[in-house]
């Protein structure tokens, strides 16, 4: 059984930081890639950030180059978002995704609050 289980999430002050990590379990190999969502009240779920697992080539959304970024530890099966200068639009809930290509696996979501 596949499971990614992210952390991290909580509330924070306008300007402050957050990391959140997603650790994958329950599968052999490495994905291709692995990517962050997020999922405001009322809106729909948009893109954050990727990471190529193999060579650790990144794409971020516009809104979020510059201050998010995100890792992966090979060894440990972990994806990481590191988040700076948040902001209250940055309030979501956060879900990382395992691409293993023919297959994709989602975590159950962290909650992040920002508050102004």
């Known amino acids: 059984q596949v499971q990614l289980v992210e952390s991290g999430g909580g509330l924070v002050q306008a300007g402050g930081s957050l990391r959140l990590s997603c650790a994958v379990s329950?599968?052999?190999?490495?994905?291709?890639?692995m990517t962050w969502f997020r999922q405001a009240p009322g809106k729909e779920r948009e893109f954050v950030a990727t990471i190529i697992w193999s060579d650790g080539g990144t794409a971020y959304a516009g809104s979020m180059e510059g201050r998010f970024t995100i890792s992966r530890d090979n060894v440990k099966n972990t994806l990481y978002l590191q988040m700076n200068s948040l902001e209250p639009e940055d309030t979501a809930v956060y879900y990382c995704?395992?691409?293993?290509?023919?297959?994709?696996?989602w975590g159950q979501g962290t909650q992040v609050t920002v508050s102004s």
């Open positions: 329950g599968r052999t190999g490495s994905p291709y890639a």
């Open positions: 995704m395992a691409d293993y290509q023919r297959t994709t696996y």
